[in-house]
């Protein structure tokens, strides 16, 4: 079945740091791979998506390339800023597999920005 | 944000007895998911559901059952709660599969003692 594998947190860095948080994933055919951000207390928000390879999603300064070539999805960011620290999930549904529409996570990658 | 609502918020219930978690939704979409949060594991899908009545098992399904008898509501029901399934419980829903972004509630957390 499809799964997704992320680097282990927590990942600690000073503000306008670079980011990357790396995940690679396993499926057959042509998932479709996401990135979710879960504030304190909250539930997961959508960060990013890329539906196709060679796709880059972006948003608030996040980007992350679908790179069907090494099944990979890293997430980067130039510049962090405090009011990032979160966790940070990798996600993929669809593919040829069975349960298409079953939408996998990583097991999550915890950041901390400090001033 | 996206009408979905998780009932109750917080709950503690004893060991063997049964307990059922509620997500309403008021977007009429048509998937909706259960999923268990636990250090170290991220989010595990425990069933989900692809319409009325259609529902099929994730990666957790055992000691757990659900039932969608309406569009808006999907149930979760553990059958004999064990200090196992003690967790923090998300309800997600998407109008579609595929690309199309999943909407989640804000979670309810569960102790079994």
């Known amino acids: 079945g499809n799964s997704v594998t992320q680097m282990e947190g927590p990942v600690t860095l000073s503000e306008e740091a670079f980011l990357t948080i790396n995940c690679t994933y396993t499926?057959?055919?042509?998932?479709?791979l996401f990135w979710y951000v879960q504030y304190p207390g909250e539930g997961l928000q959508l960060l990013l998506k890329a539906t196709k390879a060679d796709d880059k999603g972006s948003n608030k300064g996040f980007e992350a390339t679908y790179r069907k070539e090494t099944t990979s999805f890293h997430l980067e960011k130039g510049s962090v800023q405090v009011s990032d620290s979160a966790v940070y999930f990798c996600?993929?549904?669809?593919?040829?597999?069975?349960?298409?529409?079953?939408?996998?996570f990583g097991t999550g990658t915890q950041l901390k920005v400090e001033l | 944000d996206a009408g979905i609502t998780q009932s109750p918020r917080h709950k503690v219930t004893e060991t063997g007895t049964p307990v059922t978690l509620r997500c309403h939704q008021t977007e009429n979409h048509r998937y909706m998911y259960w999923y268990r949060q636990d250090p170290g594991h991220g989010l595990r899908l425990i069933h989900y559901?692809?319409?009325?009545?259609?529902?099929d098992k994730g990666e957790v399904s055992d000691g757990y059952s659900v039932s969608r008898s309406k569009t808006e509501d999907f149930l979760l029901t553990l059958e004999s709660a064990t200090s196992s399934q003690t967790s923090v419980y998300f309800c997600?829903?998407?109008?579609?599969?595929?690309?199309?972004?999943?909407?989640f509630g804000q979670g309810t957390r569960l102790t079994v003692v």
């Open positions: 559901s692809y319409g009325v009545k259609d529902t």
């Open positions: 499926a057959t055919g042509y998932p479709s």
């Open positions: 997600a829903i998407s109008e579609r599969g595929g690309d199309t972004e999943a909407f």
């Open positions: 996600a993929l549904r669809g593919g040829l597999t069975g349960g298409g529409n079953k939408l996998t």
